[in-house]
């Protein structure tokens, strides 16, 4: 009788679960970070919205600066945008992935892969993109206007 009791008796205690304990967040977005990556001149800015746009900013002015150095000769008018693929990696370096361009402009201007190339590695390093307080490898992807008259 005492053995029965002994067994049943252990289903009718009430065990106290300590529910003040700390809640591990286990879902993870992969498609935003917590801080942009960010350029020397844009980090002393704290809100979110504008490093990332200070970033995107700095980043056309650099490459635009740069692409405006050469002359180009074309024997037609070109008005496009051109998507270029970075890579910024988590120790801050940017890489070129790749470039998305019309066949008139590969025509018109077979060197402007090169040329978008040699100005996105002239970039200095930038501080990574930051997810939970760890260095994020991201990806961006840059609009270039082309406006070009003969």
């Not at 008018?77 to 120790?91: F, G, Q, R, T, W």
Request: charged fraction near 25%; proline fraction near 3%.
């Amino acid at each position: 009788m005492i053995l029965i009791i002994c067994i049943t008796s252990c289903d009718n205690l009430s065990l106290v679960k300590n529910t003040n304990g700390q809640v591990l967040d286990t879902i993870v977005d992969f498609t935003s970070v917590d801080t942009y990556p960010s350029f020397k001149v844009c980090d002393s800015l704290i809100d979110k919205i504008e490093k990332q746009n200070c970033f995107r900013a700095t980043i056309h002015k650099k490459v635009g600066e740069e692409l405006q150095q050469h002359i180009f000769t074309i024997t037609d008018s070109l008005n496009e945008i051109v998507l270029v693929d970075l890579v910024i990696a988590k120790d801050g370096v940017i890489n070129f992935k790749g470039i998305q361009t019309s066949k008139l402009l590969k025509k018109e201007l077979p060197k402007f892969d090169s040329l978008v190339k040699s100005s996105v590695d002239k970039l200095d390093k930038v501080y990574p993109a930051i997810k939970r307080g760890i260095p994020v490898t991201t990806k961006y992807q840059l609009p270039i206007k082309i406006q070009l008259k003969n």
